[in-house]
């Protein structure tokens, strides 16, 4: 669920992103299509992400706080949400931070 502070979280870190942007429809469209990924097939969806990251961990570091501030402009990061985002600090490789345990498929939300 995404609320108005939440967007406006997005909207600053897009203004901030000095590189190639997309227009909104295409930003909806992205979100969408990975939205109805995940739907069809959670693990090969959530797998496929680490391939999709860059190299840089730096880079990662900066993706994954800037997912961190989105989350937490609507309320503060507790139960299933932190669960999902310690899974996907683990996928981004970030879990010796030890704020994240590795990805298991097993342990998919219902």
């Given amino acids: 669920m995404v609320?108005?502070?939440s967007l406006e979280a997005l909207r600053?870190?897009?203004q901030a992103d000095e590189s190639t942007r997309v227009t909104l429809a295409e930003f909806k469209m992205l979100v969408r299509e990975?939205?109805?990924m995940?739907?069809?097939d959670q693990e090969a969806a959530l797998a496929a992400i680490p391939k999709l990251l860059p190299e840089s961990m730096d880079e990662r570091r900066?993706?994954?706080a800037a997912i961190q501030e989105v989350l937490s402009a609507s309320a503060e990061i507790s139960g299933e949400?932190?669960?999902r985002l310690k899974q996907v600090a683990g996928l981004f490789g970030l879990e010796d931070q030890g704020n994240a345990v590795p990805f298991d498929p097993?342990?998919?939300a219902s």
């Fill in 3 to 5: 609320d108005e502070r």
């Fill in 12 to 14: 600053r870190l897009r």
């Fill in 34 to 36: 990975q939205f109805f």
């Fill in 38 to 40: 995940l739907l069809l």
């Fill in 62 to 64: 900066k993706a994954f």
């Fill in 81 to 83: 949400v932190a669960r």
């Fill in 106 to 108: 097993k342990a998919r």
